[in-house]
T-cell receptor, first 116, second 115 residues
Framework: AQTVTQSQPEMSVQEAETVTLSCTYD???????LFWYKQPPSRQMILVIR??????QNATENRFSVNFQKAAKSFSLKISDSQLGDAAMYFC?????????????FGKGTKLSVIP | AAGVIQSPRHLIKEKRETATLKCYPI?????VYWYQQGPGQDPQFLIS???????DKGSIPDRFSAQQFSDYHSELNMSSLELGDSALYFC??????????????FGAGTRLSVL
């Protein structure tokens, strides 16, 4: 079984500044994917970024990037030039891709506030 | 682009009633997942289907059942509803093959309130 831990229940950032959300995971799987999902007040689950475990290069998507440390089982999300629309709950999620149904295991989430 | 469609968006039921939630996956997606997100909680996996067959089962109560139909849409049937079933129910779909096979796309969710 996999576990995903987000140790920061809440974070805040000034508009235009940079913030990093932490995530650690525990697994015995060798083949897996990691994701960050954003859940704004509308409660829609929106995929922000994904990382394949076999890739050493950190994923980036515009202002969003990850710091993937496989040995440390750490997967943090960096948001640069924060915008008011980034305010949301952010969930880190794990998916084992070796076998099975590819279900997602989520962390408890980090609520990000953006201060104008 | 077409997204995952869930209906209804909101549902209010009394205790011990039944409810049916529907999910229409993205076209050509053959796998459907159901997740339950309680108030202030993270989403929890309930059940999944691949090519109309149940592929995995999570923390789904025996009072709940689900199926995937020939057109790939799925329905989650909930009976003997309890107050604790009040939650946001997400459906997600993915394509079983190809480069994007590990990406699940979520619907907007169905908010179920049990009174």
């Amino acid at each position: 079984a996999q576990t995903v831990t987000q140790s920061q229940p809440e974070m805040s950032v000034q508009e235009a500044e940079t913030v990093t959300l932490s995530c650690t995971y525990d697994t015995s799987e060798s083949d897996y994917y990691l994701f960050w999902y954003k859940q704004p007040p509308s409660r829609q689950m929106i995929l922000v970024i994904r990382q394949e475990a076999y890739k050493q290069q950190n994923a980036t998507e515009n202002r969003f990037s990850v710091n993937f440390q496989k040995a440390a089982k750490s997967f943090s999300l960096k948001i640069s030039d924060s915008q008011l629309g980034d305010a949301a709950m952010y969930f880190c999620a794990f998916l084992a891709s070796g076998a099975g149904s590819y279900q997602l295991t989520f962390g408890k989430g980090t609520k990000l506030s953006v201060i104008p | 682009a077409a997204g995952v469609i869930q209906s209804p968006r909101h549902l209010i039921k009394e205790k011990r009633e039944t409810a049916t939630l529907k999910c229409y996956p993205i076209p050509r997606h053959d796998t459907v997942y159901w997740y339950q997100q309680g108030p202030g909680q993270d989403p929890q996996f309930l059940i999944s289907f691949y090519e109309k067959m149940q592929s995995d089962k999570g923390s789904i109560p025996d009072r709940f059942s689900a199926q995937q139909f020939s057109d790939y849409h799925s329905e989650l049937n909930m009976s003997s509803l309890e107050l604790g079933d009040s939650a946001l129910y997400f459906c997600a779909s993915r394509m079983g093959q190809g480069l994007a096979k590990n990406i699940q796309y979520f619907g907007a969710g169905t908010r179920l309130s049990v009174l």
